[in-house]
C-alpha cells in the first residue's frame, strides 16, 4: 500500500508538470531556465542557510519547552536531512516523520517517554503555518484579481472562519479534558511550546522568520530567470502558490505549486508561463539548497543525540 501511494504521488506530479508543458511554450521555459542568474541562486543558497538555522534553533526551543534535550548541531543537521527528504520522497512530510521517529527513539533509549518528542516536531511546524496561512489570507485580499471584491472578502471571511472554528474547539477541550487523559496532555504541551508569555513571543518571531525566507527564496528565484514585475504585484502572489503545496498529493509539491501559479499569474493579468517558469525555478532553488542533507544522508550511522 505503501509502494502504491508513491507511486500514485510521483504520476500526480508528473501528470501535471505534463500537462503544463503541453498547454505552454516548454521551449521557452526551458530556455529562460538555462540562462539563470548565478549570483541570484547564490543568493538563494544563503537565505536556505539562514533558514535551516532558525529552523534547527525553533526546534531546539520547542523540544526544550517540552523537556527534550536536543543539541542545537544535531537540530541543524537532521533539519537538513528532513528538509533533503521532503523534497525527494512523496508526501513532503517523509523528513519530518523521519526526525520525529529518531529523536523518539533517542528518548526511548535514555528511557524517556517518546511522545514530547513527537510532539516537539509537530508544534514547531504548526507555529510557521499558521503565519504562513494568516498571509496567504491576508495575500487574497490584496491580489488583483478579476473578480469583484465581495467574492474576495468571501473567501477571505471563509478562511478566517474556519481559524475561529478551530481556535474554539481548542479552547472547549482544553475546559473539557482532564489532565491526565492524552488529549489534555497534547494540549499542556501546546500550551507550553507556543501560548505560554514570553515562548508565544519566541515562536511568533522565529516562524516570521522562517516564512520571510520562504517569501524571499520565490522573489529571488523570479529575479534567477529575469522576471522584473514588481514587488507589489509579485509579493501577494506568492504565500497562496506556497499553501498549495501543502496538499500531499504530490512529490514536494511539483505540479501542484506550478498549477497553481499558473492560475494565479494568469488571473491577476500576468503570463501563465512565468508562473509556472518562476514556481520552476523556485523547486530547484530549494532543492539545491536543500543537497547538505543528502551529505548526512549518506554519512553511516546518522543519529540525533541528545546535548550533552
Known sequence: MRRRHVVLRAAVSIGLLAGLAWWLDLGTVVSRLA???????????????????????RWRFTAGCLGVDLSYTAAWREYYLSIF?????????????????????????????????????????????????AVALVSLLALPVIVNRGSRLVLF????????????????????????????????????????????????VSAAIVVGTYLATYLTAARAVGMDTPLPV????????LMSMLIPVTVAGWGLREGAAAVLWGAVGLTAADGVLVSVTYGLLVLIGSLPGALFLMRPGTTTRPAV
Open 234 to 241: 509579485l509579493l501577494p502572489l506568492v504565500a497562496p502558490v
Open 35 to 57: 540562462q539563470m542568474r548565478f549570483g541570484w541562486v547564490l543568493l538563494a543558497v544563503a537565505i536556505s542557510v539562514v533558514q535551516v538555522a532558525v529552523l534547527a534553533w
Open 85 to 133: 527528504l521532503n523534497q525527494v520522497m512523496p508526501g513532503g512530510v517523509v523528513g519530518d516523520v523521519s526526525r520525529a521517529w529518531r529523536q523518539a527513539r533517542v528518548q526511548t533509549r535514555q528511557r524517556e517517554p517518546a511522545g514530547p518528542a513527537v510532539r516537539a516536531v509537530i508544534f514547531e511546524r504548526l507555529s510557521a503555518q499558521a503565519v504562513m496561512t
Open 157 to 204: 471571511g471563509a478562511g478566517a472562519v474556519a481559524v475561529v472554528i478551530v481556535i474554539a474547539m481548542v479552547v472547549w477541550m482544553r475546559r473539557q479534558s482532564s489532565a491526565q487523559s492524552l488529549v489534555g496532555q497534547v494540549l499542556a504541551d501546546l500550551d507550553a511550546a507556543h501560548l505560554s508569555g514570553p515562548v508565544f513571543a519566541a515562536q511568533l
